[in-house]
């Protein structure tokens, strides 16, 4: 038996933050209800990366497994009225809409924890539900430029390089999905629920913990070095240095024994390790980089890690795919979706001796389950006709 099976869920975002921490939770085993509008949420219809799929794009597909979907029309009375009586049996509410929507369509905390004070409710939002950014929009990119982390890396005097992933969405995800069973953890001991917020700004910093204590507690400033240093916290050599046929990189080597390996004589000068590797910073990296250029990154990454250097290859999702380690922990699964084909996709970071994650569905057509979650919600054969006639729910 899974996880959390027997939890139902019901889940209101869109986009990437609330939908990830849903399908978390879904991985778990939780009964996940995307509650999406008839068209369909509109991530359905955006091309990943310039991928589209045959019915339901990648972008979709990769956010929303494990899922049912009820396509309804919350604007209409009668359609407000079908997620209420959802509500009533729900133990996870997700929402990520835009601070005040909420209360506006009257699915509130305030209002759906009258209905079911045992529920969970997390919202999602970009800055907080109030203050002077409340109005902003919460889109990664934003987030990490506001978050500081950029102008950890990289070169004095040049743009910053974003992250290479979603990061502040990802981040804001797990938050989500580590508050929703923290209060889920709560109400098994209380038998009350309550009401999650979760904000990306908070979440980006928050995982700058180290970075911002040396800032805030031991006064150090962010500088970054004429070298595209990987961290202005974390002395030299550290970073991505190019070789006779790609990139590797390194981390906390001690000096003596790579000059010794790249053929550097000047770093056995330098007596006090701790101090020169920070005083010296710039120096170090550019003739790192010199000599590196020299043998192919196999090779170096294969002698260096024989004496102790910490070396390792840059990836290119080709590579990541097709690793003995990542193949070893099974870190990709393998599933048929009805209308998408055989798909290949990451799986799940948390391993269960006794309740592991499965994929029990994919990503589901929009109202694909309209008519099987309206029934277990106690609706009659003859009601769910008569709002599918009306438009104000779909089924596929």
Not at 151 to 176: I, K, N
């Amino acid at each position: 038996m899974s996880v959390l099976k027997g939890y139902r869920v019901l889940d209101c975002s869109i986009a990437m933050a609330g939908p990830f921490a849903a399908q978390r939770l879904g991985d778990l085993g939780a009964d996940v209800i995307k509650v999406e509008p008839v068209a369909g949420e509109w991530q359905r219809f955006r091309a990943a990366g310039g991928a589209t799929g045959n019915r339901i794009n990648v972008s979709f597909l990769s956010l929303n497994r494990n899922k049912r979907s009820l396509a309804v029309d919350l604007k209409a009375a009668e359609g407000k009225q079908v997620l209420l009586e959802l509500v009533k049996t729900a133990d996870v509410f997700i929402q990520n809409y835009r601070p005040g929507v909420a209360k506006r369509l009257g699915v509130d905390y305030e209002t759906l924890s009258k209905i079911n004070p045992r529920l969970v409710y997390v919202s999602i939002s970009g800055y907080g539900e109030t203050g002077p950014y409340v109005d902003r929009p919460g889109q990664d990119l934003l987030l990490q430029g506001m978050s500081g982390a950029m102008l950890s890396a990289g070169r004095a005097g040049e743009p910053p390089t974003p992250a290479g992933q979603y990061l502040a969405d990802a981040v804001t995800a797990y938050t989500a999905f580590e508050g929703a069973l923290a209060a889920l953890l709560h109400r098994e001991r209380t038998g009350e629920g309550q009401l999650v917020q979760v904000n990306m700004l908070d979440a980006i910093v928050a995982i700058q913990m180290q970075e911002l204590s040396v800032f805030t507690v031991g006064k150090k400033p962010q500088v970054r070095s004429a070298e595209p240093h990987a961290h202005s916290y974390i002395r030299a050599p550290y970073g991505v240095f190019p070789t006779a046929d790609g990139y590797i990189v390194m981390a906390f080597a001690n000096l003596r024994k790579l000059g010794e390996l790249i053929g550097e004589p000047s770093f056995a000068e330098m007596v006090d390790e701790e101090k020169d590797s920070w005083t010296y910073r710039d120096q170090i990296f550019a003739r790192t980089r010199e000599r590196l250029h020299t043998r192919k990154s196999q090779e170096w990454i294969e002698l260096f890690l024989k004496n102790d250097i910490w070396a390792g290859p840059v990836y290119g999702y080709e590579d990541v795919v097709k690793d003995p380690q990542i193949a070893h922990n099974g870190t990709f699964v393998e599933y048929d979706h009805p209308s998408e084909g055989r798909v290949k996709v990451p799986g799940f970071p948390i391993r269960f001796s006794k309740t592991p994650s499965t994929i029990h569905r994919g990503a589901p057509q929009t109202g694909e389950h309209t008519r099987a979650v309206l029934q277990e919600a106690g609706l009659s054969p003859e009601k769910i006709d008569s709002l599918i006639g009306s438009g104000v729910v779909k089924q596929d």
